[in-house]
């Protein structure tokens, strides 16, 4: 097998390990403010299983003060760059800053900007997609008023959409380019934004059939597609697209030099230790984007499924559900004691100011949430810098990446039966899409801790407020959503 290029984690005795690299950054991130929990978690000896742990302890750590925070997310960071390596395809190996250190300013090799689209009218209100039908008006607000009600997204969210239904002038976010990294993520805002009149400028691989997709579905829109693409004269799709891990330097140089105030937005996802890689390039575009135009704002999805520091109102609105639920009193004691005490656990101790909600979802693995946490912490550091941030968690949803793990369809197929709704994407990105036009036109209000602003406006689908420990109702959900999710 042929040693991997561009991006690629460190050699660790000889092999590149992705537990020992992800147990060093974990460490290194807590070391500032938690020097027993870095021990730890350098001892730790089976990283696959035992990582949790580490992780939770890096959200509990960062809640003594705004600050540790903010040191966390920074020693994090500055161990992500340290640790990870830029490798030429001639097995030449550096830095990853040093493979980038001459892009500033340099406009980016062998790529044009081709423009897509843009010949359509503007959607001049903001109009959801929900269960067959489109909401908009008052039918989108009384949707939103359950959905509060419910407990499937904080009050803030709320208040932000009923901002942009009462400003609908705000959606073509004029001047702005957005950058979307993962253009053709199911998450990712490319559509709606252009069907909004935006100014978008388009990132995935250089894949025909992903470009085949996405040109043809932006053909009519109103928006302006920017596209990178290879010099010549044969069919756009054929000549698109730039891999972030593998051509980082033109990638970056191409996106320091597109129009506008720029949003970098990052919707990247791959499979296993890719999904680390791609992260960290994104991570580092952003970092080299930002030296060349500080304006630049910066937009992330996080995953519901992580380990959230959460408000007391939402952890007195789970108790309230503990209490009175049916299951309390029918089935709740039986299950705990035949399990041993893993099913349907409290979600929180009563009281817990802020609680601490994780949801993680073991089978995703430490890839996936080391990847994640980049993201994390760069929103963190980049906010308490300054600069214009929408992060913003995202609900569960039924994405291809998803329903792809059966047993993780299973157990989004059973959720609603512990408080849980799971979106489509089609409603998930577009009501995501409308959270950056909010925080891009007005900004998410300033938050006395960061885990305020990671909760502000957050779409949980339910996990944060509902009854029971998420993990401890997941084999039950699965178990009852089974056959409604089979093909």
């Known amino acids: 097998m042929n040693d991997p290029t561009g991006v690629v984690f460190p050699e660790v005795d000889g092999r590149r390990s992705t537990s020992a690299t992800g147990r060093g950054i974990v460490a290194d991130a807590l070391r500032p403010v938690d020097p027993v929990g870095a021990a730890a978690a350098q001892r730790e000896t089976n990283w696959r299983s035992g990582y949790l742990t580490h992780f939770r302890r890096l959200v509990e750590a960062g809640l003594t003060s705004p600050q540790d925070a903010v040191t966390i997310a920074d020693a994090g960071l500055a161990s992500v760059h340290d640790r990870m390596r830029w490798r030429d395809p001639d097995g030449t190996e550096c830095a990853l800053d040093a493979a980038l250190g001459g892009v500033v300013g340099s406009p980016a ?10 010949g359509g009218e503007p959607d001049t209100a903001l109009t959801v997609p929900y269960r067959g039908t489109r909401l908009a008006g008052d039918d989108l607000r009384r949707r939103l008023d359950t959905w509060v009600d419910d407990g499937v997204v904080e009050p803030s969210l709320r208040e932000a959409v009923g901002l942009v239904l009462d400003n609908p002038d705000w959606l073509r976010l004029e ?24 100014t978008v400028a388009a990132v995935d691989l250089p894949r025909p059939d992903l ?37 980082l330097p033109t990638a970056t140089g191409w996106v320091c030099g597109l129009p506008g105030q720029l949003v970098v937005g990052n919707y990247v996802y791959a499979d296993g230790a890719t999904n680390v890689r791609v992260s960290t390039a994104v991570d580092a575009m952003t970092r080299i984007v930002r030296l060349a135009r500080p304006d630049t704002a910066l937009s992330f999805l996080a ?185």
């Open 109 to 118: 090799d062998n790529l044009v900007t081709q423009s897509h689209g843009g």
């Open 175 to 198: 001047g702005r380019t957005v950058v979307v990294l993962g253009a053709a993520a199911e998450m990712g805002p490319l559509r709606s934004l252009l069907r909004w009149g935006a």
């Open 211 to 247: 470009w085949t997709r996405v040109l043809d579905d932006t053909a009519s829109s109103a928006g302006r597609l920017l596209v990178p693409a290879s010099p010549g004269t044969s069919p756009l799709a054929e000549r698109a697209g730039v891999d972030l891990i593998g051509g």
């Open 303 to 487: 995953t519901p499924t992580d380990v959230f520091a959460v408000p007391g109102e939402a952890v007195d609105a789970s108790a309230r559900s503990y209490a009175q639920r049916r299951t309390s009193k029918v089935l709740r004691g039986p299950l705990r004691t035949l399990s041993g005490g893993r099913l349907l656990r409290r979600n929180y101790q009563p009281g817990e100011d802020p609680g601490i909600n994780d949801s993680v979802v073991l089978q995703q693995g430490p890839n996936y949430l080391l990847a994640k946490r980049i993201q994390r912490w760069r929103a963190t550091s980049a906010r308490a810098r300054g600069a214009t941030v929408s992060f913003k968690i995202a609900p569960p949803t039924r994405t291809r990446s998803v329903v792809k793990n059966r047993a993780l369809a299973a157990a989004y197929a059973g959720s609603h039966r512990f408080g849980v709704e799971v979106f489509e994407p089609g409603t998930a990105n577009t009501l995501m899409a409308a959270l950056l036009v909010h925080d891009l036109t007005v900004g998410s209000p300033r938050q006395e801790h960061p885990w305020q602003d990671e909760a502000y406006a957050a779409a949980h689908g339910g996990l944060w407020r509902a009854a029971y420990d998420p993990r401890s109702a997941l084999g039950l959900a699965a178990l009852l959503g089974a056959a409604s999710a089979r093909p």
